[in-house]
């Protein structure tokens, strides 16, 4: 068995989308809309295979709680670049482009060389080897 994707809820979902396409290299799928439900969704994937990102939206979608913060649900998800110097050099890049860096990059306690990020909604990304 494998994870295949994660959804992410979205108010601005080209936003959201451009977002990975431009740092993660993503490819964005079609574009759905279900009338009925209300439900816009769409699929990226990133270069190297593995899980899925989609974005999902409905016109009325609610602001949650900031997910930088400890509740329950979706804590953060964890995207591979496969070196530590590019951890760096995304996270700089990142840095310099406004986005919000919510942990340097640098080696945890449990081992994993890292940094951690938001995505323009707040939704938390950790940058991994």
């Known amino acids: 068995m494998k994870i295949d994707h994660v959804a ?15 740092y993660f290299s993503a ?3 079609e ?38 913060l400890q509740s329950k649900g979706l804590c953060h ?5 496969g070196s530590e110097d590019k ?11 406004g986005v919000s860096i919510i942990g340097n990059p640098g080696t945890t306690d449990d081992g994993y060389y890292e940094s951690v990020i938001a995505d323009p909604e707040g939704n938390v990304v950790e940058l991994t080897i």
């Open 8 to 22: 992410l809820w979205a108010k601005d979902m080209d936003k959201i989308i451009n977002f990975y396409v431009k």
């Open 27 to 29: 490819e964005p799928g």
């Open 31 to 68: 574009v759905y809309h279900n009338p009925v439900k209300r439900l816009t969704t769409c699929f990226i994937i990133f270069p190297d295979g593995g899980a899925g990102l989609e974005i999902m939206n409905v016109p009325d979608i609610a602001d949650g709680p900031p997910h930088i």
């Open 77 to 81: 998800i964890s995207i591979s670049l």
């Open 87 to 97: 951890v760096d050099r995304l996270t700089e890049t990142m840095r310099s482009d």
